[in-house]
């Protein structure tokens, strides 16, 4: 069909009438080779409020991929991905409008300044209640790589589509728009769509809407496909699709999901009992075909099912399978029916899906360990880990985040959570919170509301609000607590057992509240593991006292079946037999596990180490307290042997944590830290360091990379002496108190931080500041720059040690935190390990330590790729000298940024550097080998 024609024809049909529905009507011509569409659409928009419209907004999400300053751009910096940011002009896409019509008279349009995939169209009559309108448009789009989002056209050619063409936004009283955010959370009215599709004949086209005909030129295959009341559909136009269609009475399943190697048959009764389930439990299916595709399940994916390398048969095939199935039918399922804004309401389809993800393992695989397989296996079966059940894991990465103050309310949009709540933590508390309450009303008055819900709103428009009103009149329960304290706010559950009073044939005991919420909790008495009666105790302001009856009950414990997400459950038992009934027993383990609450867990892992070059690899054992669950008191001693040095070295450190909710300043931590270790040939250094750090960040917006940190340290410091080595001084003891406040906003684009230090010595006290400063531009340069200044307020060293003078190329580090694998070598490659402080020049010149004061800038700048050039400048003052003007220059090859990077020098004040002798020797390296710095890599990602 000629494209023009087709547009003239819909023009003429719709004009500014009355209509009992939205309408979209596209025609796309796929040109693939070009990674194009060309679109003529048409959109019927009814004015559902009650409010008089003059202007219409749409959401033309092919235009988020535009340029490297949208808010999908930002958003995947702000995870630290650079695809975007480094991606080819041809790998992103955009959308261009060429017309925007009504009736066949221009209209007035833009983009929104800071959201240029929303458009907003100003209509040239009124638009009344009740009443439709109708917007013609001609526009291309140009497809992203699929690499950004999982949507768009593959390295292959096949193209993932979704949000590919123009839709109207909602008007609910006020317009709900907003950008695309990698969030998949498009708000979309119900609408009837009708798509005429011109796709290379060498393609395949896959859709969950209904083909009505299907026609085919020389070049080009023409597909008609319609579907009533929808919001999203998905196309795949493939070479090779690998998508299967299993049909039953109900509705299809078309899905590409990784199939474990499963043979056909297991897949369409797994399919099959999946459709039967979600059918019980929701009624029927609006549309004939739902999809489970791979791209759905890699954007919500059931985390811990491939933790370990595939060819580690953790689970069985059929489980695994079976439950990335119905996480993603179910997921759709709910979204494709419930009309409830995805951004701002999420909570409600994260809490039901979790709700009956954990329901179906329930019923279906009750036996399920947390480990699967590896909790039989020998040396495993210790941990309490092989004790967890499947579903244990959903309360344990909610607690991950809650342990260390991370959390967030449910009820937050989604482009304000954290990437770790976004995609886990805030689903799987939303879904245990919805267990918590069934249990609380019991009798799956939860359940069966839930599923009532689901049948009675199906393709209307709601909010998630309207489940609490729907739910109350089921009940008569008083279940204000979970709507105003579990959903709304970030307040944690921690209940202890105060006091126990027991007489023959009762029990008086006390239940403490720690946290001030109004969530009740549920007291068992138990005789051995044998329950005998649950209670649940409600509105505990701080303390409640109640009486029960003894019943040969000999233990009381709170949360028995762990039900309830609570922070901290160690203090929820008593035990009513003998003197000293509270007292928990010990328990060693070898190697990290699972928090057991009913012992003392003490954990032992063997070390094999390399720290530095004077004691070699050591051998040790670290003994600890810390489980995968962070603790508010934490230990960690670690004996070794250093086998190069033949002697006993090794750590320790006791700290408490003080985490405070609803506060910039959001951790308090203080602790002692020692340690004994080689810092030269023969030559040991002890370091005793007592410390207190206030940590700061915004409350209001935990994605903001902003941090500050307020740190107290008075370390003692005892090193052996030797006469014969340069950086032994006349006092090879001495005390240093440190304050230090830091402040850091770490993105990927703009990168700042800084610092001022202050050090007070016995012979000496000193300020510095430090200030660093990195960009990304669009083209792809880096530039970094970094300045230090630092002044002695006095020094009464002798003239001749440096010991404790500012360092322009290589610091002495009197306060041993610097990672040096060599640091009192002179020469060598351990002498050429470059760590960025103080100075931070590369080449060693003839002044390399400053008594009186020191200021120098370095600056960096890519010349292609990870190849950057560098320049450092700077002023070095020593006592009766007059200050001296240093530079240096050279080539640094950045392979991962802090991390792995090496320096070759080229001119500085030495002259031409790269011609002198033994220039290898000059070449400085940085690197790490420490695990937990390279994880932070990791981290930033998700926290």
Not at 239 to 247: G, L, R, Y
Not at 577 to 585: A, D, E, S
């Amino acid at each position: 069909m000629n494209l023009r024609h087709f547009s003239f024809t819909i023009s003429l049909l719709v004009g500014l009438t009355c209509f009992s529905q939205n309408k979209i009507d596209v025609h796309a011509i796929f040109y693939i080779e070009n990674k194009q569409i060309k679109i003529s659409q048409n959109i019927q928009y009814q004015n559902t409020s009650n409010d008089t419209l003059h202007s219409i907004y749409l959401s033309n999400w092919g235009n988020s991929y535009a340029t490297k300053t949208t808010p999908l751009a930002k958003r995947i910096a702000d995870e630290y991905r650079n695809d975007f940011h480094l991606a080819k002009n041809d790998e992103r896409g955009f959308s261009i409008l060429t017309s925007v019509k009504s009736n066949d008279t221009d209209l007035v349009y833009h983009d929104l300044k800071s959201q240029i995939d929303i458009v907003k169209v100003i209509l040239n009559s009124a638009l009344y209640p009740g009443e439709s309108y109708n917007i013609h448009l001609e526009y291309i789009v140009q497809l992203p790589s699929d690499k950004f989002t999982g949507y768009g056209i593959t390295k292959t050619g096949d193209l993932n589509l979704k949000y590919w063409y123009i839709t109207p936004a909602i008007y609910n009283g006020e317009w709900q728009y907003f950008s695309n955010k990698d969030l998949n959370d498009l708000f979309i009215p119900k609408s009837d769509i009708s798509l005429i599709l011109e796709i290379p004949k060498t393609h395949t086209l896959t859709s969950d809407l209904n083909l009505n005909k299907e026609s085919q030129t020389t070049d080009y295959k023409t597909f008609n496909l319609t579907g009533k009341n929808r919001t999203v559909n998905k196309l795949f136009i493939s070479k090779t699709p690998n998508f299967n269609t299993v049909e039953t009475n109900d509705f299809s399943i078309v899905s590409d999901i990784d199939d474990e190697d499963l043979e056909i048959i297991d897949k369409v009764l797994i399919t099959e009992k999946i459709i039967k389930y979600i059918t019980k439990k929701f009624g029927d299916y609006p549309h004939e075909k739902l999809f489970a595709t791979q791209t759905d399940y890699d954007d919500n994916p059931v985390y811990g099912l491939n933790f370990l390398p595939s060819f580690i048969k953790t689970y069985p095939s059929h489980f695994k399978y079976e439950l990335k199935l119905l996480k993603v039918a179910l997921r759709n399922y709910l979204e494709n029916t419930l009309l409830l804004n995805p951004r701002k309401d999420q909570w409600l389809i994260d809490g039901i899906e979790i709700f009956y993800l954990i329901n179906y393992v329930e019923e279906h695989y009750p036996n399920m360990k947390f480990l699967g397989s590896l909790a039989n296996f020998w040396g495993v079966r210790s941990f309490h880990a092989a004790d967890m059940r499947f579903n244990d894991k959903y309360n344990l990465a909610f607690m991950l985040m809650a342990r260390t103050n991370r959390d967030q309310p449910l009820v937050m949009a989604k482009d304000s959570l954290l990437k770790f709540n976004a995609n886990i933590a805030n689903k799987y508390k939303a879904g245990i919170g919805l267990k918590y309450l069934d249990d609380f009303v019991n009798n799956h008055i939860v359940e069966s509301s839930i599923e009532s819900f689901v049948n009675d709103n199906k393709l209307k428009p709601i909010q998630a609000s309207d489940f609490e009103p729907y739910l109350k009149s089921k009940t008569d329960k008083n279940i204000d607590w979970f709507f105003n304290d579990y959903l709304k706010t970030r307040s944690k559950l921690d209940f202890k057992i105060k006091n126990v009073h027991k007489t023959e044939d009762s029990i008086t005991v006390t239940i403490k509240n720690k946290r001030h919420n109004t969530m009740p909790v549920s007291l068992y008495t138990l005789n051995n593991d044998s329950v005998i009666s649950k209670t649940w105790i409600e509105n505990i302001s701080e303390n409640k006292t109640l009486t029960l009856p003894r019943n040969d009950a000999n233990k009381l414990v709170l949360n028995y079946n762990s039900i309830i997400p609570e922070i901290n459950e160690r203090d929820n038992w008593k035990s009513l037999k003998g003197f000293f009934f509270n007292n928990k027993p010990l328990q060693f383990r070898l190697f990290k596990d699972i928090e057991d609450p009913y012992y003392n867990q003490v954990f032992f892992m063997p070390l094999l180490e390399f720290n530095n070059i004077y004691d070699g690899f050591t051998l040790g054992v670290k003994t600890y307290n810390k489980t995968l669950l962070k603790k508010r008191f934490s230990y960690k001693f670690s004996p070794q042997y250093a086998f190069k040095s033949r002697s006993f070295t090794g750590s320790g450190v006791v700290a408490m944590t003080h985490y405070l909710e609803n506060k910039n300043l959001y951790a308090i931590n203080y602790g002692l830290v020692g340690g004994y270790s080689s810092y030269a040939p023969d030559l040991f250094v002890r370091q005793i360091t007592p410390s207190l750090t206030f940590q700061f960040r915004q409350d209001d917006n935990f994605r903001s990379n902003k941090r500050q940190m307020l740190s107290f340290r008075y370390l003692d410091i005892h090193r052996d002496k030797d006469i014969n080595n340069i950086y032994t001084t006349d006092e090879p003891s001495y005390n240093v108190f440190n304050a230090r406040f830091i402040h850091s906003n770490d993105n990927l684009i703009n990168y700042t931080k800084w610092y001022t230090d202050l050090q007070i010595g016995k012979t000496f006290s000193k300020l510095a500041f430090n200030f660093e400063y990195r960009h990304l531009f669009h083209n792809n340069r880096q530039l970094n720059v970094r300045s230090y200044t630092g002044a002695f307020l006095s020094n009464r060293n002798d003239i001749d040690s440096d010991y404790f003078s500012f360092a322009l190329d290589r610091p002495t580090d009197y306060l041993f935190e610097l990672p040096y694998l060599g640091r009192s070598e002179s020469s060598g490659i351990f002498s050429q390990q470059y760590i960025e402080a103080e100075g931070g020049f590369k080449s060693k010149l003839d002044t390399p330590f400053a008594n009186q004061w020191i200021s120098t800038v370095n600056v960096s700048t890519t010349l292609w790729r990870y190849i950057l050039a560098y320049g450092d400048i700077g002023f070095v003052k020593n006592k009766f000298d007059h200050a001296k003007f240093v530079y240096d220059s050279g080539i640094r090859v950045n392979l991962v940024t802090d991390y792995f990077e090496v320096y070759f020098p080229i001119y500085s004040n030495l002259g031409w550097e790269i011609s002198q002798p033994q220039y290898e020797e000059r070449i400085r390296i940085k690197f790490t080998l420490d695990p937990q710095v390279l994880l932070g890599l990791f981290r930033r990602r998700w926290f």
